[in-house]
């Protein structure tokens, strides 16, 4: 068994985890005792922050709704769709006819990013994070 210690992605605390791995499987999460944000504590999500790794519903690439039904394409397809349709939807009827939802499992860095596209891109500031639903 290895332990591996990394920061928990469910939100902003930034808890120290190890993750345990064996047999090149994550199997279990346990709290980091001398992390200065943490200190030996997790909540419930980080104590399963490894479920998630290996289940076999876990999404590992974009998904579109195609003829009614969601087939899996690759990011190229993905990312096109989403900045054509973007882009026309703010051509025809502004940026304010879009919401963003930001995510407490990107980094601060990545949601300033995030804002600034809603805001100098869009032009809207219909953006909000999932901290707060
Ligand atoms: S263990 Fe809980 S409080 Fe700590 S970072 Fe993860 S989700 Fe946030």
Partial sequence: MKDVLTTCVYCGCGCGVYLH????????????KKHPV???NLCVKGWHLHDFIHHPDRLTQPLMRKNGKLVPVDWDEAFAFTASELARIRQERSGDAVGFL???????EENYLFQKFARAVLGT???D???RL
Avoid: Q, Y
Avoid at 21 to 32: D, L
Avoid at 102 to 108: E, G, H, I, L, Q
């Fill in 21 to 32: 791995e064996e047999n090149g499987r994550v199997i279990s999460s346990a709290p980091s």
């Fill in 38 to 40: 943490s200190r030996n």
């Fill in 102 to 108: 930001a995510s407490a499992k990107c980094t601060n």
């Fill in 125 to 127: 500031n219909n953006i």
């Fill in 129 to 131: 994070h999932c901290a």
